[in-house]
């Protein structure tokens, strides 16, 4: 007989995590996180790893938030392989007792984070090594991925990848890039609900120009006429600053019950229940609900998974740099990443597995149900066998279904979206501001002033935070 377990990590950290972003205390995100550890317990490693990863990132921890990163990049390797007993548990109750694998989005953006990291501590070149690790994560992704138009490729990291090799002088490499998030841009604009960012067209006119590269420059100024960019050689004595904006949350993933009837009784068993029971909470309702359908024992649940979203109410940040002396130097955010929509394709994807899967697995806990069933009401006399079955039955189907739940985990520390500000300054010192402008006639947020001294050349990354 199976028991009741793996029904998923609490969200009540989570909640407490959002509330301290808001307030623009990361701190005391990363505290509330590294509290939680014991709670995600051994299946959920890769869970914690990420989530800590990403709470020590905002909080400005970067070289701890790569020990977690890169014990969750390990993790992700060592989870190719599981066990059979595993496997067979999570067919016996359901799929929560599994280690959690994250999706192939996630995958990357542990290196995302990771080369983020060595980017906002100025260790350019170990942030590149990250970007080399993106290409291979995603060719690698390419070349097994069975979704042709599927999550194949991330438009975003290779952005990212092109702006750190310019950064570090790799032209090649960096118009090699450029020109695949163009590519992916392009190819997955429906799905992804990502527009092809302006700034990368002009990257794609600046590269080729420098590297002389009269073909591909040509062409691009032909499909980019309105496109105003900046030659590579005007940019030698100039800073850059590159203003990295996380906003509004990840879509968070609920139970979907599904209820098939086998019998007409069971049938107006779930329209009853479903117009009178009036639990206070969810875990009341489950409760109810394998009673009642304890008690019919005609009745299969199947949970699968759904997507609540979240979506930013953010629609762009204007960074704005004072010098000294001088006129202030502005730009606009551009939306490189939409992670809603990566989560939805990802689910979408996987759906018609799992579906398949918890169907088997609802067909065979009934199946055991119905067993123990009848054997309890052959191993008494015959005048108890009523009401042994009854008890038995009320126990194993409503473990059954009490014991059914889909796997709602996810990388919940992550942002809806992401935008990107780039703006070219002469060096000096600089105080920069940045204010987040929301949809409606909401209040635009202003962050808090910060202090930046920037040299020629230097490339410096800001990461921003907005829960909005």
């Known amino acids: 007989m199976w028991v009741l377990s793996g029904c998923g990590l609490s969200s009540n950290h989570y909640l407490l995590i959002d509330q301290s972003l808001a307030a623009h205390d990361a701190r005391r995100a990363d505290a509330i996180m590294a509290q939680a550890e014991s709670e995600y317990g051994p299946r959920n490693r890769l869970l914690y790893s990420m989530d800590r990863g990403m709470t020590l990132h905002l909080a400005g921890e970067y070289m701890q938030s790569n020990v977690q990163l890169e014990s969750a990049a390990q993790e992700v390797e060592r989870l190719y392989t599981r066990t059979i007993r595993t496997e067979t548990a999570a067919f016996l109750t359901n799929d929560n007792v599994l280690p959690y694998e994250g999706d192939p989005y996630e995958h990357v953006m542990i290196n995302i984070i990771k080369a983020l990291n060595y980017a906002a501590m100025g260790q350019l070149m170990e942030a590149v090594v990250e970007a080399r690790q993106i290409d291979h994560r995603l060719n690698v992704l390419s070349d097994t991925a069975k979704e042709k138009d599927g999550y194949r490729e991330d438009a975003f990291a290779r952005y990212l990848t092109g702006v750190l090799y310019e950064a570090t002088g790799d032209l090649n490499n960096a118009f090699i890039a450029y020109r695949k998030a163009y590519d992916i841009y392009d190819a997955t604009k429906m799905w992804a609900r990502t527009p092809m960012p302006p700034m990368l067209r002009a990257d794609l006119l600046r590269t080729t120009d420098a590297l002389h590269m009269t073909t591909e420059f040509e062409e691009y100024k032909r499909l980019f006429p309105d496109t105003h960019w900046m030659p590579r050689a005007d940019q030698q004595n100039l800073a850059q600053v590159v203003v990295i904006g996380y906003n509004g949350r990840a879509p968070r993933k609920e139970d979907a019950f599904l209820d098939i009837p086998i019998s007409l009784s069971a049938l107006q068993l779930v329209l009853l229940n479903r117009g009178v029971i009036h639990a206070s909470n969810r875990q009341e309702r489950r409760v109810a609900d394998s009673v009642l359908y ?75 149900a119905e067993a123990a069933t009848r054997g309890s009401q052959h191993a008494v006399n015959k005048g108890d066998a009523p009401w042994v079955g009854l008890l038995v039955g009320l126990l194993a189907h409503g473990l059954a279904v009490a014991s059914e739940s889909a796997d709602t985990r996810s990388w919940r520390t992550l942002p809806d979206e992401i935008q990107i500000s780039r703006l070219w300054v002469p060096p000096g010192e600089y105080e920069s501001r940045i204010q987040a402008m929301v949809r409606g006639n909401g209040m635009p947020q202003v962050d808090a002033p910060r202090p930046l001294v920037l040299r020629a050349g230097q490339t410096l990354f800001v990461i921003e935070r907005v829960m909005l």
């Not at 000294?324 to 990443?337: C, D, F, K, M």
């Not at 996987?350 to 199946?367: D, Q, Y």
Request: aromatic share 2%; charged share 20%.
């Open 294 to 368: 304890g008690l019919n024992g005609r009745l299969v649940r199947v949970a699968l998974p759904k997507l609540i979203l979240q979506k930013t109410q953010v629609v762009h940040e204007t960074v704005t740099l004072v010098p000294r002396g001088g006129e202030p130097i502005s730009a606009t955010s551009e939306l490189v990443y939409n992670g809603t929509a990566l989560a939805e394709r990802s689910l979408s994807d996987r759906l018609p597995g799992i579906t398949t899967k918890a169907l088997a697995r609802a067909a065979v806990k009934f199946a055991a």
